[in-house]
């Protein structure tokens, strides 16, 4: 990429699984993206705070722990208050309805187990082109 994407990946919650957002880190990484990734127990404060001062392009967000239905709702939340309007997509564990209902709620792209790394670096490309 001539002028890369920036990406934040970020792990809101108490979750202590970081490998797989290591991994599509890694593989963004090697498609041309900078990646910005925060580490483990991120609040929603911090998650927003890093994407204002990284100005990045996408913000994702990989949860494990079950509760990313309110994690990503605040994360929403504060994007809007602070006028962030930036695409968000989420990695981990999360049961169809919930991947419907996030997508309802705005979320760009929802990523399960299995989903392939070349797949997410596509979707997420194709989120980033339609927003310019």
Same mark, same amino acid.
């Given at each position: 990429?001539?002028? @890369?994407?920036? =990406?934040? /990946? +970020? #792990?809101?919650?108490?979750?202590?699984?970081? $490998? !797989?957002?290591?991994?599509?880190? $890694?593989?963004? $990484?090697?498609?041309?993206?900078? %990646?910005?990734?925060?580490?483990? *127990?991120?609040? @929603?404060?911090? =998650?927003? &705070?890093?994407? %204002?001062? &990284?100005?990045?392009?996408?913000?994702?967000?990989?949860?494990?722990? !079950?509760? *990313?239905?309110?994690?990503?709702?605040?994360?929403?939340?504060?994007?809007?208050?602070?006028?962030? *309007?930036? @695409? /968000?997509?989420?990695? !981990? /564990?999360?049961? @169809?309805?919930? +991947?419907?209902?996030?997508? !309802?709620?705005?979320?760009?792209?929802?990523?399960?187990?299995? +989903?392939?790394?070349?797949?997410? %670096?596509? &979707? /997420?490309?194709?989120?980033?082109?339609? #927003?310019?």
């Amino acid at each position: 990429m001539q002028n @890369p994407y920036r =990406v934040l /990946i +970020a #792990k809101p919650g108490l979750d202590g699984h970081d $490998r !797989g957002a290591k991994v599509v880190a $890694r593989a963004l $990484r090697d498609a041309g993206f900078e %990646v910005i990734y925060t580490g483990l *127990h991120q609040t @929603p404060q911090m =998650v927003v &705070e890093a994407a %204002v001062q &990284e100005d990045v392009d996408i913000v994702g967000l990989s949860i494990l722990s !079950g509760a *990313h239905v309110p994690l990503v709702s605040a994360v929403q939340d504060l994007m809007k208050q602070r006028k962030v *309007h930036k @695409p /968000i997509f989420v990695g !981990g /564990i999360i049961p @169809p309805d919930d +991947a419907k209902l996030l997508k !309802g709620q705005g979320i760009a792209a929802v990523f399960g187990p299995g +989903a392939s790394l070349s797949g997410i %670096v596509d &979707e /997420i490309l194709r989120v980033l082109k339609r #927003k310019s």
